[in-house]
């Protein structure tokens, strides 16, 4: 099983619809966990930690499930300008990367 | 208000040379990060460093050298570049290791392509 992973995509979604994207990870030790935007050819940007209780900021809501080992992230009343690549990182994913470890991301599509 | 730099942004290079990317911050993070970016792999850690002298291996760290001997920079030296190592690098910084409550700023990235 791959330490971090992601469904790819691409996820077309009409403007003003709410779209959900889930994470899994491997390693039930991981302590953080956090939510990158990135858009074609541009570094990734980081859109929100992951904290234990969920959190909320605007349009955005992320969730951890610990006992299911996945984070959502939720964008409700979703715009053209989210469109964009977004990638889950955890840390530690346990697979021996001392480090962030990124899943490879979801491609989400906004349509007008 | 710079934040973090990479240079060159786009580099060409023959196999069997040696390149050095450059990454810069003006935050005075303690921590500093290389990443590669490639398709089918999406973003992997090369090299870290904690601190001025401080660097530990990534995940692929093989083929590259890191230093820091300042705190604002971290360069990251191919020693013999191989057509494998054609890929996106993205140089990272932030003041912590990963909690949660900590931001990872990344520079705009090094295309480097070897032939």
């Known amino acids: 099983r791959k330490e971090v992973e992601q469904d790819p995509g691409p996820f077309n979604v009409p403007e003003g619809a709410t779209v959900a994207f889930n994470c899994t990870y491997s390693?039930?030790?991981?302590?953080?966990f956090f939510w990158y935007r990135q858009d074609c050819r541009k570094e990734p940007k980081l859109l929100m930690s992951?904290?234990?209780s969920g959190n909320e900021d605007g349009r955005f809501t992320a969730q951890l499930n610990r006992a299911s080992q996945y984070i959502s992230l939720l964008i409700r009343d979703s715009k053209l300008s989210d469109s964009a690549t977004y990638l889950c990182?955890?840390?530690?994913?346990?697979?021996?990367?001392?480090?962030?470890?990124f899943g490879k991301g979801t491609h989400l599509i906004i349509q007008p | 208000d710079a934040g973090i730099t990479q240079s060159p942004r786009y580099k060409i290079t023959e196999t069997g040379r040696q390149v050095t990317l450059m990454c810069h911050q003006t935050?005075?993070?303690?921590?500093m990060f290389w990443y590669r970016q490639d398709l089918g792999h999406g973003l992997r850690l090369i090299y870290y460093?904690?601190?001025?002298?401080?660097?530990d291996k990534g995940e692929v760290p093989d083929g590259y050298v890191v230093s820091r001997s300042k705190t604002e920079n971290f360069p990251l030296t191919l020693e013999s570049a191989t057509r494998s190592q054609t890929s996106v690098y993205f140089c990272?910084?932030?003041?912590?290791?990963?909690?949660?409550?900590?931001?990872?700023?990344f520079g705009p990235g090094t295309r480097l392509t070897v032939l």
């Open positions: 990272a910084s932030s003041e912590s290791r990963f909690l949660v409550t900590d931001t990872q700023y």
């Open positions: 390693n039930s030790a991981s302590q953080s």
């Open positions: 992951v904290y234990s």
């Open positions: 990182a955890v840390f530690p994913s346990g697979g021996g990367a001392d480090g962030l470890t």
């Open positions: 935050w005075s993070h303690s921590y």
């Open positions: 460093s904690a601190a001025a002298d401080i660097t």
